[in-house]
DNA sequence: CACCTTGTTGCGCAACTGCGCAAGTGTTGA
DNA sequence: TCAACACTTGCGCAGTTGCGCAACAAGGTG
């Protein structure tokens, strides 16, 4: 269980891209957000604390990680996390990051 | 236990720089190989092909986001990791990471 | 002491990031 | 068809990052 297996370049290539994702205080803070459920954009930009087309370009960041997937209702898109284990590797962060 | 408390804005900042140290593909090397055991920096360098000066900037980067530790026997510096979790957080993200 | 080995630090440069702002896309309703 | 709303995309700029290279620091040895 404790084995670690070598990855190939490519592979540490897309693992980096998630490490990338989670590497802006915003970006975490919409986790924190999309772990209370599904938002708006606009819902995010406000509560992050941010403009509508700043809050777009740190989902789709997000978004082209992997980390979360979108949803169109009318002209509103909804955004919720992709996967629970995102929510647990963040929470396991927070355990030892000093 | 799936509770999400929210984080402070410096909280987030530590936390990103975690983020930060997982973002590039040799560091996520260097991972891999102290995973195997206490290595210095220059068996480090050669493992993951990168010149010494380099690979003493990005264990930098690791050591400033607390995620190895180094220790000196003569002139040589041997480095590992500081937690087991990381260790636990980097092989959750490579789970989901598409 | 001089000299070698092992790492770290400083510097300059190309590449990338986050941001604000303006413009564009797409969906809805009058 | 036109206007309004929600979001995305393009662009330019300041700040950051990763890298190679040279210089420096620290320990060991003769």
Redesign the pocket.
Known sequence: MDQVQPSSELERQRFAAVG?AL??P??LCVLECLARGEQ????LSAQVG????????????LRSAGLVT?R?E?????YRLADPRVLEAYQLIQTFAR
Chains 1, 2 share one sequence.
Not at 50 to 61: E, G, I, K, T
Request: with cysteine; hydrophobic share 30%; net charge positive.
């Open positions: 990338r590497a802006d915003k970006r708006s954009v606009g819902d941010c403009q509508v087309p700043n809050m777009s370009q740190h989902l789709a960041v979108s169109r009318g002209t509103t898109i909804y």
